[in-house]
């Protein structure tokens, strides 16, 4: 398993930076830690987890990971740690580096998850920043394989702000895998041109996959293999809420518009959900969704990457 394992000792900040076999040998991984989640892959190995947002999932499911892999995590909560008062991400990386074997950072600005990863001389691994959530995205991407049995050629539909870390993921996680992408979000809120773009080129040169934006939410559901949505308000937006609440009322998740997609669609959240804004309950905790088969892939194809990178 390791010695065709490109990915040691890299860096986690985008799925643009992942190969499709790398990806492949993540799921590879991930299918056998699933299976005995008790393999002491890590022991000894420190994992630091910087945190500057708040976080059930991707916190509890890095530091459940890393112990189960037999080693430990360190939580540093940004409002304890000398950033607070101004010392710089590169010192940290640097000092880091000295102690831990693989950092995890929430932050708000991506920049600083790249600066942290130039600095540190071990793995970092991004844990969400306003542009993006590659943990997230590899970890749905499982579970629709889990699910579907493929992910090349399905259609998956993106409802709501077409512009937040989520959706940004998810252009390179469908470029990368060959899914077919829409994006149903008002133009205000369509992706970043320039991620957009870098996407449309890993499709031409992988010659699979499309990705396209369609305002309409009835007309973007229509074949749909999977339904996925996030908040309207992300961390950080919270003063935009009122205004975003009617914005993307029209790209609400209901029954209604899950009758419009396939019958064997199946319907995905990152989690935290608002229920009844974003999504409504009937369909959260319907028949469709797999939001916490989602969640609990979390700690699993997590573990796969830190084995991959940290082992
Ligand atoms: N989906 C996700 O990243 O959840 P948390 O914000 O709880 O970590
Ligand atoms: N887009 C959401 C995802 C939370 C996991 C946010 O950034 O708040």
Redesign the pocket.
Known sequence: MKSDNKLKNKDLLSIADLEKEEIDLIFTVTKDLKKDKNQKLLPGKILAMIFQK??????VSFEAGISQLGGNAIFLSSKEIQLKRGETVEDTARVLSRYVDGIVLRTYEHKEVVRLASAATVPVING?TDLL?PC?VLSDLYTILEKKGKLGGLKVVFLGDGGNNLSHSWLFGAARTGMNLVISSPSPYWPDKKLMSQAKAIVEKQGAGSIEIDQNAARAVAMADVIYTDVWTSMGQEQEQEERKKIFQKYQVNSELMSKAKSDAIFMH???AHRNEEVTDDVLDGKQSVVLDE?EN?LHVQKAIMYLLMG
């Open positions: 708040l976080s059930t999932r991707t916190r969400l959530h997230q990152c989690l935290p969640a979390r």
